[in-house]
């Protein structure tokens, strides 16, 4: 959870007034979409669940109203991840500039027997401490009851004011519920975990993981699955990547350690605060690709956006990202030409519809940099000098990945890649060698433009 600065302001969004908001109710809505977002408010952290029947993925909605109060729960159910049904402030916040609701942050859900407990994060910078773990439960997942004596704040081994975004579930081994909380020991982030026999009363357990990124980072909105005979660890670096890293075990208690590649992150900067949920038998994390500072394409990133969804396979250890099947199954899929293009060919791709195009890259001895353009200001750079993909916003030439808004690395090992490019209105999300690279993009044409800007390439 990342906390933005309380904004007064006028409050009127897309012409609706702050009356309109106070008789916000959880009614349902439907969307299709890829990557989801309610019409006039924006997507942040998710909270997903699989309940044994469909995905409930609780989100904090950034409605960027001017409210002192901001992000209550909301939920989008779905079977497939493209038909959702939207449920919006299933949990709200309290707008008292006194109340520890005041902004509601990251947390999860449980479903135990036939009660949905949802542990969430109040938050009022005004307070000490800012931060306090609070329970409200459900019978239906939509209406909750909040239980304010319930809450807690940290042990005094633990920075009272970055205490937040639990996430819970049932450790079959102990016996017990787990709760992983994101916070600082010794001005290092970790990962604490906390236990209980009954969801009510809760043990410091003491820390579950301690940053190993080289810097002093809060891990934001952990998560922790059991898939494929292995504990998957996943988390947000606060700073300085911002990007969802994971780590594996083979005990829920760990060590976590590193997979044995190149990066250890599952996509770029372009995708945040990403958990990881299984329905037993596929594994997926569910995040949010930002909006832009005054909707350009040069503008910094918002806080929320889109939700975004990636399929995730465990092999020789390490994890690999690709477009949800499920949801691929409701798009037409074209193969990318088979063309070797030499330098300055260009082969394009008429995307007037949201289609997925896919295709193998060769390497040539001469391969050296691959542009994919949406415009003549977007583009996806696969540099195979560097052995960087990266996103530009600006004339080809200018960035490299160093200074990239959005990069990923390039599989070094091999001369082949495997690439898909996925568009669906502002959302350009590209899967190479495993890893995804998530964009939002305004000013893009009808045609995607793939070229040999240095260099020989070989598609088929």
Not at 35 to 46: C, M, N
Not at 55 to 63: A, P, Q
Not at 230 to 240: N, P
């Amino acid at each position: 959870m990342s906390i933005k600065k309380f904004i007064i302001g006028a409050l009127v969004i897309g012409g609706i007034t702050l009356s309109a908001y106070l008789y916000y109710s959880n009614t349902q809505n439907n969307i299709h979409s890829l990557y989801p977002r309610p019409e006039k408010t924006f997507v942040g952290d998710p909270m997903p669940y699989y309940d044994g029947k469909e995905f409930k993925i609780y989100y904090l909605e950034d409605l960027r109203d001017g409210q002192i109060g901001f992000h209550p729960f909301s939920l989008l159910t779905t079977k497939d991840f493209y038909h959702y049904s939207e449920y919006p402030n299933v949990i709200p916040f309290v707008n008292d500039a006194d109340s520890p609701e005041l902004a509601l942050g990251t947390g999860s859900i449980i479903k135990v027997e036939n009660t949905y407990h949802a542990f969430y994060t109040g938050h009022n910078g005004s307070l000490t401490p800012k931060e306090t773990i609070l329970h409200a439960t459900s019978q239906d997942g939509i209406h909750f009851d909040k239980i304010p004596e319930n809450s807690f704040v940290a042990d005094k081994d633990y920075h009272a004011d970055d205490f937040r975004d639990p996430f819970v579930f049932f450790e079959e081994k102990s016996g017990e519920y787990w709760m992983l909380i994101t916070t600082r020991k010794n001005n290092q982030g970790v990962i604490a975990k906390y236990t209980s026999k009954d969801l009510i009363t809760w043990k410091n357990d003491g820390v579950l993981f301690e940053n190993d990124l080289g810097n002093d980072s809060n891990l934001e909105c952990p998560s922790l699955v059991y898939f494929n005979g292995k504990w998957i660890l996943a988390f947000s670096d606060q700073w300085d990547k911002r990007v969802v890293h994971y780590r594996l075990a083979n005990s829920p208690d760990g060590p976590f350690v590193k997979p044995n590649q190149d990066n250890d992150y599952l996509d770029g900067s372009g995708f945040y605060a990403g958990r990881l949920v299984t329905d037993g038998d596929k594994l997926y994390v569910v995040g949010w690709i930002p909006t832009k500072e005054g909707h350009q394409d040069r503008g910094k990133y918002n806080w929320a956006g889109n939700l975004a969804v990636h399929e995730l396979n465990l092999d020789n250890d390490q994890l690999t990202v690709q477009m949800a099947e499920v949801a691929k199954n409701h798009f037409k899929t074209t193969a990318i030409p088979t063309e070797q293009l030499t330098e300055g060919q260009t082969l394009e791709l008429d995307n007037n519809k949201n289609n997925i195009f896919e295709g193998t890259l060769h390497e040539t001895d001469n391969t050296k940099l691959v542009t994919v353009s949406f415009s003549k200001d977007n583009h996806i750079v696969l540099d195979f000098e560097s052995k960087y993909a990266y996103y530009t916003y600006r004339a080809l030439g200018v960035d490299s990945y160093n200074n990239a808004v959005n990069a990923i690395p390039i599989n070094r090992h091999t001369d082949e890649h495997k690439i898909t490019i996925v568009k669906e209105n502002e959302m350009v999300v590209i899967y190479l060698d495993g890893t995804a690279l998530s964009n939002r993009m305004y000013e893009t044409e009808d045609k995607i433009k793939i070229s040999a800007y240095k260099g020989d390439v070989v598609f088929e």
